[in-house]
């Protein structure tokens, strides 16, 4: 795995644990003596969680293709414009920022896809067809990063 993926997902860890092991106890304290348990059903859940994002393997993620931590430049066909998307967990979506989680209609609609190929996604607001301009998937950035740090990299 990556160091920099590695990293972030550690400092991840570390900041659910410290929320599991301090904050969230306090708050089901708190909880407990108002009489409300919802919270223990958020606890599971974010163990879950978190168990699932340790099963991430690099080495499944496509090197030609859209996938976990790709950024994708796309043409909408529906809108006349191009868009930047990440592809993120869901916890680290944010539309408003081109962060799309592999899970929402549109990440899963890129997911798969390589450069050259349209996406028809079905919106709420109608069918997006997103045609795919400029690919960078996660294993690229890990070897533009291992460059810099060898001192090889090119300048852009």
């Known amino acids: ?3 920099h993926i590695r990293k972030q ?3 991840d860890i570390a900041a659910l644990e410290h929320e599991l092991a301090y904050e969230l106890p306090a708050e089901i304290k708190k909880a ?3 009489g409300d ?4 059903a958020r606890l599971g859940q974010l163990k879950r969680r978190m168990a699932e994002l340790s099963l991430v393997n690099l080495a499944n993620i496509p090197r030609d293709k859209v996938g976990f931590g790709s950024t994708v ?6 809108k006349d414009e191009e868009i930047v998307y990440r592809l993120v967990t869901s916890e680290e979506s944010d539309v408003a920022k081109g962060l799309i ?3 929402s209609p549109i990440g899963r609609g890129l997911v798969g896809k390589q450069v050259g190929d349209t996406a028809t996604i079905v919106t709420p607001n109608g069918k997006r067809e997103l ?3 400029k690919l960078t998937t996660v294993h690229d950035e890990v070897d533009e990063d291992e460059e810099e740090e060898a001192g090889t990299g090119t300048d852009k």
């Open 32 to 34: 407990v003596a108002m």
């Open 9 to 11: 997902l550690l400092k």
């Open 101 to 103: 989680s592999t899970t």
């Open 1 to 3: 795995m990556p160091d």
């Open 131 to 133: 045609e795919i301009l």
């Open 73 to 78: 430049v796309v043409f909408d066909n529906t």
């Open 37 to 40: 348990l919802s919270e223990n």
